[in-house]
């Protein structure tokens, strides 16, 4: 790989940006495209498929054959609550490879004995996130606490920031109040409804288990089927 290639490679990985190096087997060629360019690049749909898919390969197009290396960020879960929800989500999660943080300003709640193995952050969202890195486009964030003074901050920022799963606990009473404080700050319908709640596909979840079940399940809908959709 040419040293120009690989420098904006490795600038696109530390900026938790998508990439995708397109290398002709033929005649040893090398491209590279990033989330910015894929919309105007001839091969848009393929590699839109890739990027959704997050897997490299071969393929061919225009009768040439041509090696895909995929980049994609790692898929962030952060959850808001050290909740019993939470404790049932967290090693699911973690099982399907996504990098976990759990954020909730109540000590007595966010201890390494119920979250063992799960980076904990016992601070405000809005002082967390100084420890976490900024939100992306690569990140989920699931507000469980059912507290506005600890999961209205989040959301802001999870909406903000565009993250591509934005859920939340709590009845659709409770959701209207949500919508109540969220227009007052500024969000528009369009960025409000992106917000799934009550959180959760509806599975008839009871237990804190099967909630975490119906969450981790509409969070992996949502990555497989939306997150690409911004780049098309």
Not at 136 to 162: F, G, M, Q, S
Not at 197 to 214: K, N, Q, R, T, Y
Request: proline share 6%; aromatic share 4%.
């Amino acid at each position: 790989m040419r040293l120009d290639l690989l420098q904006r490679l490795n600038a696109e990985r530390a900026a938790r940006r998508a990439a995708i190096l397109v290398t002709d087997t033929g005649e040893g060629s090398q491209r590279l495209v990033t989330e910015a360019d894929l919309a105007s690049d001839p091969l848009a749909e393929t590699l839109r498929e890739r990027l959704q898919s997050g897997r490299s390969g071969l393929v061919e197009a225009e009768g040439r054959s041509l090696f895909l290396t995929v980049q994609v960020p790692p898929i962030r879960l952060v959850v808001i609550g050290a909740v019993h929800i939470s404790q049932a989500l967290c090693p699911m999660a973690a099982s399907l490879d996504l990098d976990v943080a759990v954020i909730d300003p109540r000590t007595a709640f966010a201890t390494p004995e119920r979250f063992p193995g799960v980076r904990l952050i016992a601070e405000w969202p809005d002082v967390a996130w100084e420890a976490l890195g900024p939100l992306d486009r690569y990140t989920a964030v699931a507000a469980l606490t059912h507290d506005p003074k600890i999961d209205d901050p989040a959301l802001t920022a999870a909406l903000t920031a565009e993250c591509f799963y934005v859920g939340a606990l709590g009845s659709r009473k409770t959701h209207g109040r949500r919508v109540e404080r969220l227009t007052q700050a500024g969000f528009s319908e369009a960025q409000i409804a992106r917000i799934h709640a009550p959180i959760g596909l509806d599975l008839g979840a009871v237990s804190p288990a099967e909630i975490a079940v119906s969450i981790l399940a509409q969070i992996v809908a949502t990555l497989r089927k939306d997150r690409i959709k911004a780049t098309s």
